[in-house]
């Protein structure tokens, strides 16, 4: 609901969606007599944009344009940065075997990739090893650790997992092989042996390191590939050779970055808008493969990212081979990499079908767990692979946490769980405690997600425990749940020069929403069914100008069934995303519609 001391925007309390509407920051109504125009106005709705989002008047300069240059902070200002950047350096010094360890999602994907390429570039070949979701589950295992060593490795550098592998990574110590760990999940006070292990979340992370704990494992993984590549320019490694265009690398950590959902603020956004210019480029045998899979006839946006190239790097490791991606990632081929990008095409679409099937199943335990404010779905012969997926549907659905438990995942019958957060509630940190409590085989996350492993017969007491615990923060949330503007225009102000101008602050993701336009007051000129549940609209205003809009999934939502049973004659505001429509001869603002409102 909208707030009590602050009057509602449009003066909408309680739109179809359940939510008040109001401003994220300022009043940037144009729809006055001049039907929206925004001639003169560009700078003033950047501006805007970017002071709605936090940042203060007097850095908008370095917000507008984001660099590296801008945002790039000293490597060694992270706890054993230096460390890892000494071993790894003396590794390719001493032309050591190197096996980069990387868990089997994008982020992992792509932080393996990256440091694998990187000491290709440095005349070190580096061996990957990605395990098996289903047969050995998250992170670095004792078993695999102590095999690599035998099979020659005396450096391991793990990516985006390791972080809490206490015993795994004694069982390496006691082999005699030296760890590197690069994370970014949640630790606790005691760490795991190794030879270092940066992950700007240490509990004992200085300022600078702790303020970009918001980092994927692939940005921490940048950063140790710029300092090791100073440290070997102090060691005089580059006098007779040339030294690697670390900038070429930015693609996958923009990739890694926006698939795992961090928050696209300060750095990430200043590597993520820079990995899309090298994305364009194509550079990247594999990654220009992959765009091609994903039919894009275009350089990929952000939205690409997390929509269509991120998801078919995950399904490898959801439903298929999990060194797939990396193998992508890597290869110079461009056969190989057409190839994979098939099999890897051909996956995500059985990622689907089995996404569907556990989501109907999980959805159907909602109506009893009502009350909950965390909700902890649970089924037999759910897919592991999916559960992370489904999670997130349904929190985006109800407003609440979520884990999906997929039981009898392991030769122990526990139950493998995956969950999703909303802003506002650590559920990383809530899932380690829950460990520490007794109530979890495994567990651990961030604060948006987080991953687990847990008894069936522990299930009641842990819903009951989260449910304790997080919902204050939850019915916070919740009662905070506005639909916020950027903007309201009339019908003739939604123009695709609208959309670029919107888009020139971005990119955009969590942490740094895409703007959202409301758009009215309008009549529908037309109303229907597209695809399984997209509800697809054609808008016209008191001016004369009409546009599309589309509510993606939401034809059993009460707006979708209100959009194509509830409002014919009716008038009504609409808001969303602005994005453009090229599939014409001409291209076309059109709406992405999130929620709607009755103007009369």
């Given at each position: 609901?909208?707030?009590?001391?602050?009057?509602?925007?449009?003066?909408?309390?309680?739109?179809?969606g359940g939510r008040g509407?109001?401003?994220?920051?300022?009043?940037?109504?144009?729809?006055?007599?001049?039907?929206?125009?925004?001639?003169?106005?560009?700078?003033?709705?950047?501006?805007?944009?970017?002071?709605?989002?936090?940042?203060?008047?007097?850095?908008?300069?370095?917000?507008?344009?984001?660099?590296?240059?801008?945002?790039?902070?000293d490597p060694s200002q992270?706890?054993?940065?230096?460390?890892?950047?000494?071993?790894?350096?003396?590794?390719?010094?001493?032309?050591?075997?190197?096996?980069?360890?990387?868990?089997?999602?994008?982020?992992?994907?792509?932080?393996?990739?990256?440091?694998?390429?990187?000491?290709?570039?440095?005349?070190?070949?580096?061996?990957?090893?990605?395990?098996?979701?289903?047969?050995?589950?998250?992170?670095?295992?004792?078993?695999?650790?102590?095999?690599?060593?035998?099979?020659?490795?005396?450096?391991?550098?793990?990516?985006?997992?390791?972080?809490?592998?206490?015993?795994?990574?004694?069982?390496?110590?006691?082999?005699?092989?030296?760890?590197?760990?690069?994370?970014?999940?949640?630790?606790?006070?005691?760490?795991?042996?190794?030879?270092?292990?940066?992950?700007?979340?240490?509990?004992?992370?200085?300022?600078?390191?702790?303020?970009?704990?918001?980092?994927?494992?692939?940005?921490?993984?940048?950063?140790?590939?710029?300092?090791?590549?100073?440290?070997?320019?102090?060691?005089?490694?580059?006098?007779?050779?040339?030294?690697?265009?670390?900038?070429?690398?930015?693609?996958?950590?923009?990739?890694?970055?926006?698939?795992?959902?961090?928050?696209?603020?300060?750095?990430?956004?200043?590597?993520?808008?820079?990995?899309?210019?090298?994305?364009?480029?194509?550079?990247?045998?594999?990654?220009?493969?992959?765009?091609?899979?994903?039919?894009?006839?275009?350089?990929?946006?952000?939205?690409?990212?997390?929509?269509?190239?991120?998801?078919?790097?995950?399904?490898?490791?959801?439903?298929?081979?999990?060194?797939?991606?990396?193998?992508?990632?890597?290869?110079?081929?461009?056969?190989?990499?057409?190839?994979?990008?098939?099999?890897?095409?051909?996956?995500?679409?059985?990622?689907?079908?089995?996404?569907?099937?556990?989501?109907?199943?999980?959805?159907?335990?909602?109506?009893?767990?009502?009350?909950?404010?965390?909700?902890?779905?649970?089924?037999?012969?759910?897919?592991?692979?999916?559960?992370?997926?489904?999670?997130?549907?349904?929190?985006?659905?109800?407003?609440?946490?979520?884990?999906?438990?997929?039981?009898?995942?392991?030769?122990?019958?526990?139950?493998?769980?995956?969950?999703?957060?909303?802003?506002?509630?650590?559920?990383?940190?809530?899932?380690?405690?829950?460990?520490?409590?007794?109530?979890?085989?495994?567990?651990?996350?961030?604060?948006?997600?987080?991953?687990?492993?847990?008894?069936?017969?522990?299930?009641?007491?842990?819903?009951?425990?989260?449910?304790?615990?997080?919902?204050?923060?939850?019915?916070?949330?919740?009662?905070?749940?506005?639909?916020?503007?950027?903007?309201?225009?009339?019908?003739?102000?939604?123009?695709?020069?609208?959309?670029?101008?919107?888009?020139?602050?971005?990119?955009?993701?969590?942490?740094?929403?895409?703007?959202?336009?409301?758009?009215?007051?309008?009549?529908?000129?037309?109303?229907?069914?597209?695809?399984?549940?997209?509800?697809?609209?054609?808008?016209?205003?008191?001016?004369?100008?009409?546009?599309?809009?589309?509510?993606?999934?939401?034809?059993?939502?009460?707006?979708?069934?209100?959009?194509?049973?509830g409002a014919k004659g009716?008038?009504?505001?609409?808001?969303?995303?602005?994005?453009?429509?090229?599939?014409?001869?001409?291209?076309?603002?059109?709406?992405?519609?999130?929620?709607?409102?009755?103007?009369?």
């Open positions: 609901m909208a707030s009590r001391h602050v009057p509602a925007v449009l003066g909408v309390e309680r739109s179809l509407w109001q401003w994220r920051g300022g009043n940037m109504d144009l729809g006055g007599a001049n039907g929206g125009g925004i001639a003169g106005l560009e700078d003033d709705i950047v501006t805007q944009l970017l002071l709605a989002r936090g940042v203060a008047r007097e850095d908008l300069a370095r917000h507008r344009t984001p660099t590296l240059r801008g945002f790039l902070p992270f706890r054993d940065m230096d460390a890892a950047a000494e071993r790894l350096a003396e590794a390719v010094l001493g032309q050591e075997t190197v096996t980069v360890y990387g868990d089997y999602d994008v982020d992992g994907a792509t932080s393996a990739a990256l440091l694998v390429r990187l000491l290709r570039l440095l005349g070190q070949p580096a061996r990957y090893y990605i395990p098996d979701r289903l047969l050995e589950g998250y992170g670095p295992s004792g078993e695999a650790l102590v095999r690599l060593a035998e099979e020659g490795s005396s450096l391991i550098v793990t990516v985006d997992c390791g972080a809490m592998a206490h015993d795994a990574l004694d069982q390496a110590h006691r082999a005699g092989v030296d760890v590197i760990v690069v994370d970014h999940h949640k630790c606790a006070a005691e760490l795991p042996v190794a030879a270092a292990l940066v992950n700007p979340n240490r509990l004992d992370e200085g300022d600078i390191g702790a303020a970009h704990g918001h980092l994927a494992a692939v940005g921490v993984a940048f950063l140790l590939a710029i300092a090791t590549v100073r440290t070997l320019r102090q060691r005089g490694y580059f006098e007779t050779r040339p030294e690697p265009d670390l900038l070429a690398l930015l693609d996958l950590v923009a990739l890694g970055t926006v698939a795992d959902v961090a928050a696209l603020h300060g750095l990430n956004r200043a590597m993520v808008a820079q990995g899309l210019k090298v994305m364009a480029r194509r550079e990247n045998t594999g990654m220009a493969a992959l765009i091609d899979a994903s039919r894009l006839n275009r350089a990929p946006s952000c939205s690409d990212l997390g929509f269509a190239l991120g998801p078919r790097i995950n399904a490898g490791g959801r439903v298929g081979e999990s060194t797939l991606g990396v193998r992508l990632l890597t290869t110079e081929d461009p056969e190989e990499a057409r190839a994979i990008s098939a099999q890897l095409s051909q996956l995500n679409e059985e990622r689907r079908a089995i996404e569907a099937e556990v989501q109907e199943a999980a959805e159907a335990q909602l109506a009893a767990q009502h009350n909950r404010a965390v909700l902890v779905l649970a089924g037999k012969g759910w897919h592991p692979g999916v559960i992370g997926i489904v999670a997130g549907r349904i929190k985006e659905k109800t407003g609440k946490p979520t884990l999906v438990i997929a039981l009898d995942a392991d030769e122990n019958g526990n139950g493998k769980g995956s969950g999703r957060s909303v802003g506002g509630v650590d559920l990383g940190a809530a899932i380690i405690a829950a460990r520490e409590h007794g109530l979890l085989v495994a567990g651990g996350g961030h604060a948006m997600a987080a991953g687990l492993t847990v008894a069936p017969a522990r299930l009641d007491a842990l819903a009951q425990w989260l449910d304790e615990r997080l919902s204050a923060a939850v019915m916070r949330a919740l009662e905070e749940r506005s639909m916020l503007l950027d903007l309201a225009v009339a019908p003739g102000g939604l123009t695709p020069g609208l959309v670029e101008t919107l888009d020139s602050a971005g990119p955009f993701g969590v942490g740094w929403p895409a703007p959202r336009v409301a758009v009215g007051p309008v009549r529908l000129v037309k109303a229907d069914l597209v695809g399984k549940d997209h509800v697809r609209v054609i808008a016209s205003g008191r001016d004369g100008a009409s546009f599309k809009a589309i509510a993606f999934r939401a034809a059993e939502t009460e707006l979708g069934q209100a959009l194509l049973h009716r008038s009504l505001w609409l808001a969303g995303r602005a994005k453009i429509d090229d599939w014409g001869s001409r291209p076309q603002a059109e709406l992405h519609l999130e929620d709607a409102a009755w103007a009369d």
